[in-house]
Every structure is written in structure tokens, then in C-alpha cells.
């Protein structure tokens, strides 16, 4: 069956009755299935759950603490089917673009992200730029080139899921979600989609501090999924004090004729750590990247085998 065929969406929600109404509605008129939909409330009181029983689409309960988070992974264990398209009830993401999405996994990809492109007077500047920059971050520590790595609408092949240890709450979903796949397969793609706006934009949970959040939670992944990597960044960053004790040393021995050995050979000492910490933290992203491909062919010639 193709990824259009086999798939599950599962809607996390916290009260966004008005925009859970016209998702599902939407959902429905593109043509997926009542059965296919899953509702994942995280409490709400302002009649969400009314709306998901009168669309008779199925609703569970949140089983998981930790916000959106929480709410997405209690989906994804009732999914059954062999993809999960995630799209956020406030009806932000047009439902339509669920067959971009299928037809771009259908390709042979784990993950594809919608990309948004937001309408006009759709997102707030200052969230926008969180979500480059948190975007940017993740492409730096994870060696990866994507574009939306927070969209809040993407589909997902679940078997590439079943290893995951689950450490994230709240928004940092989305980037576990992207380093666990990235550092499996890094079978990755995206597919442009519109962003609208919130129709209840007083509703909305996503605040500026989540984005710090996100910032330390995707250090925190890279821990886990390519510790050598962090570790040498930290270590590397001994370099700077090193060069700084060698510039001192080097200004007062030539302009004040002055040796301060002991600065000197610390700064010489802390240099030499520090590039060689920074040596091994590009080797470990290497040989990531290494592991990776190695993965990739050994799949495809499994995958050629059993043919
Ligand atoms: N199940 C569940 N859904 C949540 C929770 N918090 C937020 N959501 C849903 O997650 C989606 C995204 O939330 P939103 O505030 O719009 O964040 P943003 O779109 O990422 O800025 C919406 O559908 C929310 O209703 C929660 O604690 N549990
Ligand atoms: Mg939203």
C-alpha cells in the first residue's frame, strides 16, 4: 500500500474547539477517512472533545504528561497504520497538503516536513525568527540542511519510531522527533506548504520561552544521540581562553620584553586541548555521517536481498 493509502492523522489538542471544528471539517472534505483520525485531548474544557464526538473521528485521552508532547506520543501508540501524518488543531496548517506530503514519502522517505511559508500577517515576527533560528541551531549541532524543523505539520514512517527513548516535553516534540530519524536514517524531506492564521489567537500555547526550552532540549537530544559531537564542542571551547593566554603572553614578551612562562605554556597547553577537541568533534560528526550511509546501503542491500 502506498503512504497515501496507509495512514493515520493524529491531532493533538487543548482547547481549540473552533479550530478543531473547521481542521476536521477540512480533513474530511480532502477526502481522508473518519476512521483514519485521531484526537488527542490534553484536558480541554471549552468543548473540543464535544466536537471530536459529534465528527464520531476517534478521541483518547492524553496518557502522557509533558504538554504537546505528551499528547503526540499517546497517538502515535495507537496508530495503525504504517505512517502518521501530525497536524496541529488550530487549524493553522490547510489540511490538503496531507497528499503533498504522502506523495513525497511514497519516495522512500521516513520523515517529510511541511515546510510553512506564512500568509500575510500570519505569524508573530519575533516566533518567526525563533523558529529560524532554532532551525539553524538544530541543521549546526545535527549536521543536517533543513528548513522548519518546529512545523507543527509533518508524516512520519512509525517503525522508524519504535527505538525511540522519549526525553522531550511540551513543543520540543518536533525536534526529537527530527534527531531521532535524522541520527537512524536521515531519510528526511520537505514539502512546501501555507501557514494560516490562528484563528483563536488567544488560545495559543507556544510562548517565547518555549523556544529556550527547545534551544537546550535539542543540545540536550544531540547528547543522546551523537555524544561525542557534544562533547567535544564543549571541550574545544577551552581554545578560547588558550588563545587568549597566548596573545598575552605574546604582546607582553614583544612589546614589554616580559616572559610570563607559566601563562604561556597554560595558553600553548589549553590551545593545543582545545583544537584537538575541536578536531574530534568534526571527526565524530564524520563519522556520523558515515554511519549513517553505512546504514542507508546495508538497508538497501537487505532490502535488494529480500527481493
Ligand atoms: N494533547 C495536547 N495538545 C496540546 C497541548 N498543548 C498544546 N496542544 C496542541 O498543540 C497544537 C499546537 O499548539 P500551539 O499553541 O498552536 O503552538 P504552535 O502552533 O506550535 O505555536 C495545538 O493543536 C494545541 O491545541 C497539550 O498539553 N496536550
Ligand atoms: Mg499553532
Same mark, same amino acid.
Given at each position: 500500500?502506498?503512504?497515501?493509502?496507509?495512514? &493515520?492523522?493524529?491531532?493533538?489538542?487543548?482547547?481549540?474547539?473552533? %479550530?478543531?471544528?473547521?481542521? +476536521?471539517?477540512?480533513?474530511?472534505?480532502?477526502?481522508?477517512?473518519? =476512521?483514519?483520525?485521531?484526537?488527542?485531548?490534553? %484536558?480541554?474544557?471549552?468543548?473540543?472533545?464535544? $466536537?471530536?464526538?459529534?465528527?464520531?473521528?476517534?478521541?483518547?485521552?492524553?496518557?502522557?504528561?509533558? %504538554?504537546?508532547?505528551?499528547?503526540?506520543?499517546?497517538? +502515535?501508540?495507537?496508530?495503525?497504520?504504517?505512517?502518521?501524518?501530525?497536524? =496541529?488543531?488550530?487549524?493553522?496548517?490547510?489540511?490538503?497538503?496531507?497528499?503533498?506530503?504522502?506523495?513525497?514519502?511514497?519516495?522512500?522517505?521516513?520523515?517529510?516536513?511541511?515546510?510553512?511559508?506564512?500568509?500575510?500577517?500570519? #505569524?508573530?515576527?519575533?516566533?518567526?525568527?525563533? &523558529?529560524?533560528?532554532?532551525?539553524?541551531?538544530? &541543521? +549546526?549541532?545535527?549536521?543536517?540542511?533543513?528548513?522548519?524543523?518546529?512545523?507543527?505539520?509533518?508524516?512520519?514512517?512509525?517503525? #522508524? +519510531?519504535?527505538?525511540?527513548?522519549?526525553?522531550?516535553?511540551?513543543?520540543?516534540?518536533?525536534?526529537?522527533?527530527?534527531?531521532?530519524?535524522?541520527?537512524?536514517?536521515?531519510?528526511?524531506?520537505?514539502?512546501?506548504?501555507?501557514?494560516?492564521?490562528?484563528?483563536?489567537?488567544?488560545?495559543?500555547?507556544?510562548?517565547?520561552? =518555549?523556544?529556550?526550552?527547545?534551544?537546550?532540549?535539542?543540545?540536550?537530544?544531540?547528547?543522546?544521540?551523537?555524544?561525542?559531537?557534544?562533547?567535544?564542542?564543549?571541550?574545544?571551547?577551552?581554545? $578560547?581562553?588558550?588563545?587568549?593566554?597566548?596573545?598575552?603572553?605574546?604582546?607582553?614578551?614583544?612589546? &614589554?620584553?616580559?616572559?610570563?612562562?607559566?601563562?604561556?605554556?597554560?595558553?600553548? $597547553?589549553?590551545?593545543?586541548?582545545?583544537?584537538?577537541?575541536?578536531?574530534?568533534?568534526?571527526?565524530?560528526?564524520?563519522?556520523?555521517?558515515?554511519?549513517?550511509?553505512?546504514?542507508?546501503?546495508?538497508?538497501?542491500?537487505?532490502?535488494?536481498?529480500?527481493?
Amino acid at each position: 500500500m502506498s503512504a497515501c493509502e496507509d495512514f &493515520n492523522v493524529i491531532i493533538p489538542v487543548k482547547n481549540e474547539a473552533l %479550530g478543531l471544528k473547521m481542521t +476536521l471539517e477540512e480533513l474530511l472534505n480532502t477526502g481522508v477517512s473518519r =476512521d483514519k483520525i485521531i484526537v488527542v485531548d490534553g %484536558g480541554s474544557t471549552d468543548g473540543s472533545r464535544e $466536537i471530536a464526538k459529534n465528527f464520531k473521528v476517534k478521541l483518547i485521552d492524553q496518557k502522557y504528561p509533558g %504538554g504537546k508532547a505528551g499528547g503526540v506520543r499517546t497517538g +502515535l501508540e495507537v496508530v495503525e497504520a504504517s505512517y502518521a501524518v501530525i497536524i =496541529d488543531g488550530d487549524y493553522t496548517y490547510p489540511a490538503s497538503h496531507i497528499w503533498d506530503l504522502c506523495k513525497k514519502a511514497s519516495e522512500g522517505y521516513d520523515m517529510v516536513i511541511g515546510v510553512r511559508i506564512p500568509e500575510p500577517n500570519s #505569524t508573530n515576527p519575533i516566533l518567526r525568527l525563533g &523558529n529560524w533560528l532554532l532551525t539553524k541551531w538544530f &541543521n +549546526l549541532i545535527f549536521g543536517t540542511r533543513l528548513r522548519d524543523v518546529l512545523s507543527g505539520m509533518y508524516l512520519i514512517r512509525i517503525d #522508524t +519510531l519504535r527505538e525511540a527513548e522519549w526525553e522531550t516535553k511540551g513543543f520540543s516534540i518536533e525536534s526529537e522527533i527530527v534527531a531521532h530519524i535524522a541520527s537512524l536514517s536521515g531519510r528526511i524531506s520537505e514539502v512546501p506548504i501555507s501557514y494560516r492564521r490562528r484563528i483563536e489567537p488567544e488560545k495559543k500555547k507556544l510562548k517565547v520561552l =518555549d523556544g529556550f526550552k527547545i534551544a537546550t532540549d535539542i543540545v540536550k537530544l544531540s547528547w543522546s544521540y551523537n555524544p561525542v559531537f557534544t562533547l567535544f564542542i564543549v571541550a574545544s571551547l577551552i581554545l $578560547i581562553p588558550g588563545l587568549f593566554l597566548d596573545l598575552y603572553y605574546l604582546y607582553h614578551y614583544s612589546v &614589554n620584553d616580559v616572559k610570563y612562562y607559566m601563562k604561556g605554556l597554560m595558553g600553548v $597547553i589549553m590551545t593545543l586541548m582545545g583544537f584537538q577537541s575541536l578536531a574530534l568533534a568534526i571527526l565524530s560528526l564524520y563519522l556520523k555521517r558515515v554511519e549513517l550511509r553505512l546504514r542507508r546501503s546495508i538497508e538497501v542491500a537487505l532490502r535488494r536481498q529480500s527481493r
